[in-house]
């Protein structure tokens, strides 16, 4: 079974500058999560989409982030414009079902090698 | 709003002596992951809970759900080197949302 895909691996840019980051779930997956770590921090969910449509965004700073899964499959998410304190590991992962369901294997998180955005 | 701790936020160990960490909810959670990233790396899952008092073993891998379902603890029996990394908590309640980690160092 393939894994979740990520790309870019790395990505420096100056602040004001956009980046997009991509990801492709494991394929069957109807949940994809966006998370952001910061470097010795836990990862932070930024938003969590089922199929296509968006289940929790209320940690995503609006007013820069965007993130979109068209046809319920791949995701790409975008900063525009980065700052400085945006420099993480942008981590990608997905699951089988939305969590909560009765199949208590199905929530379980499958993560991409991460996407490291260096902003200066 | 619900609050997640997790502690110690690091622990370092002499190879062979034991490591627990833990995960207290100030609410009841509806189940409770574990995962470990290894530095440089991505978090990968270790197990789930989801039962009042659930106990389930994986070789030296301990972990327990508390009765209230409010708190968990990961111990490790005997660390080995490969065990480095940091150990965080995933709870669950319709929204997936990490603990702070637990870092572990091991000196040989």
């Known amino acids: 079974e393939a894994g979740v895909a990520q790309s870019p691996r790395y990505k420096i840019i100056e602040k004001r500058q956009s980046v997009a980051f991509w990801c492709n779930p494991i394929?069957?997956?109807?949940?994809l999560y966006w998370y952001q770590q910061i470097l010795g921090q836990g990862p932070k969910l930024l938003i969590q989409?089922?199929?296509?449509?968006?289940?929790?965004d209320s940690q995503l700073p609006k007013d820069r982030f965007s993130a979109e899964r068209l046809k319920g499959v791949d995701s790409t998410l975008k900063i525009q414009p980065a700052k400085l304190e945006d420099s993480a590991v942008y981590l990608c992962a997905s699951s089988l079902r939305f969590p909560g369901t009765a199949d208590s294997g199905a929530n379980v998180l499958t993560f991409g090698a991460g996407s490291r955005l260096t902003v200066l | 709003g619900q609050q997640v701790m997790q502690i110690p936020q690091y622990q370092h160990v002499q190879e062979g002596e034991d490591f627990t960490t833990y995960c207290n909810s100030s609410?009841?959670?509806?189940?409770i992951q574990w995962y470990k990233q290894r530095p440089g790396g991505h978090p990968v899952f270790l197990i789930q809970?989801?039962?009042?008092?659930e106990v389930k073993k994986q070789k030296r891998l301990t972990f327990q759900f508390g009765e209230a379902k409010k708190n968990s603890s990961l111990h490790i029996t005997a660390t080995q080197t490969t065990d480095v990394g940091t150990y965080f908590c995933l709870y669950n309640n319709n929204d997936m949302r990490f603990g702070a980690g637990t870092r572990l160092t091991v000196k040989p």
């Open positions: 809970l989801v039962k009042s008092g």
């Open positions: 989409f089922q199929n296509n449509g968006v289940v929790d």
């Open positions: 394929s069957g997956h109807a949940t």
């Open positions: 609410t009841t959670l509806s189940n």
